[in-house]
């Protein structure tokens, strides 16, 4: 059997054990996150710890919630952009029986939409520049001016009838202004969402409590609505933390694969040198490439009986051929110890380099 047979029959078993070795990590991995205990938030915070990536983390989570951002201003573009249009197709004073005060509400929502929609554009175009928002006082500053403009555009037409003295209940969509305040917008902390979600909530029951002033029983009224809005706030704030939670988790695998390839380029590299380090690079290349050769031909079965007959020759002109001996090799590399016995090896090959030079 020819040595580069035993070569490529030792590097297909290898192949293969490392293919077990990988089936066993990855059923490990499989099992591991199966457990519940590594999808806990404070497993995977102290996970992070250990790696030293909180930093790391931190930009992840930034771009994630920064793109979560930008989903709910196409959200809104589109939104206020329909409503608008609502706005725009509604009966004009011409010919339809509409008050004075129901008319200027239109007017009222006709400028808030189209001012809305322009204040979401400019920050949907400033959004393409990430580095923009990567302050937490640029991220306060741009959550809140999304959320003002989503409170006035669904309320400022119940302000303006009431200003007029229209003073009657009117249905208002605050709970999916709620929902995204806790979700969607850029708040660096969750205390800042809740706050957030909890200044919406007290408007709309304020303004509820003004419009349905005159029931009989608008306590219970407004305790139904607090307690629909804080649970749709807590869904939220709910939302935003399994998110988290995902992201953590999601970070961490992203970590081990990229830290798993690594160390495969490395060994990689770390084989490639060692050849070139014992042959020639053109002829490493082709001993390499008979190698993946030979180990497909064993996994098809169509193995010959005398491979690998092929001769690695060159012609070459002017060569000199140096023939050298150790005196006592055996005690000299019994005596030394490793580190010593490299360095000296290598001090003398460089002599054998030098002399076969001179003598070129």
């Not at 580069?4 to 066993?24: F, G, P, Q």
């Not at 983390?57 to 920064?66: E, G, I, L, P, W």
């Not at 409590?209 to 305790?223: D, R």
Request: proline content about 2%.
């Amino acid at each position: 059997m020819s040595g580069l047979e035993l070569i490529a029959r030792d590097s297909k078993s290898e192949i293969e054990r490392n293919a077990e070795a990988a089936t066993v990590y990855f059923s490990a991995v499989q099992n591991k996150d199966d457990d519940e205990r590594n999808w806990s938030f404070s497993y995977l915070r102290e996970q992070l710890l250990l790696k030293d990536s909180q930093e790391l983390f931190r930009r992840y989570q930034v771009r994630v919630q920064h793109a979560l951002f930008v989903e709910l201003l196409v959200f809104n573009l589109v939104y206020n952009a329909i409503a608008f249009g609502a706005f725009i197709i509604l009966p004009n004073e011409k010919n339809t029986g509409l008050t004075e005060v129901s008319w200027g509400a239109i007017w009222t929502g006709r400028w808030c939409r189209s001012l809305i929609f322009l204040v979401h554009f400019f920050i949907f175009v400033a959004s393409y520049k990430e580095s923009l928002f990567r302050s937490p006082n640029a991220k306060i500053a741009a959550a809140c001016i999304v959320l003002i403009c989503m409170m006035v555009g669904e309320m400022a037409t119940t302000i303006y009838r009431f200003s007029r003295g229209l003073i009657e209940p009117t249905i208002r969509q605050t709970f999916y202004i709620v929902l995204t305040t806790s979700v969607l917008l850029p708040f660096p902390r969750k205390l800042y969402s809740a706050m957030s979600g909890a200044v919406v909530i007290t408007v709309d029951l304020a303004l509820a409590s003004i419009g349905s002033y005159h029931l009989k029983k608008l306590h219970v009224v407004l305790i139904a609505d607090a307690v629909f809005y804080l649970t749709t706030l807590c869904v939220g704030l709910y939302i935003r933390y399994l998110i988290e939670v995902m992201s953590r988790r999601a970070f961490l695998d992203r970590r081990e694969c990229i830290e798993s390839k690594i160390k495969i380029e490395t060994e990689k590299n770390q084989e490639e040198k060692f050849l070139q380090s014992i042959l020639p690079m053109h002829i490493a290349r082709e001993v390499r490439n008979d190698i993946r050769e030979a180990i497909k031909d064993m996994n098809r079965l169509r193995m010959s009986h005398k491979p690998f007959n092929k001769l690695y020759v060159e012609k070459h002109k002017g060569v000199s051929i140096l023939y050298a001996d150790i005196v006592n090799s055996m005690l000299l590399a019994a005596s030394l110890k490793v580190s010593d016995l490299v360095a000296t090896l290598n001090d003398l090959f460089g002599r054998f380099d030098e002399m076969a030079e001179v003598s070129l």
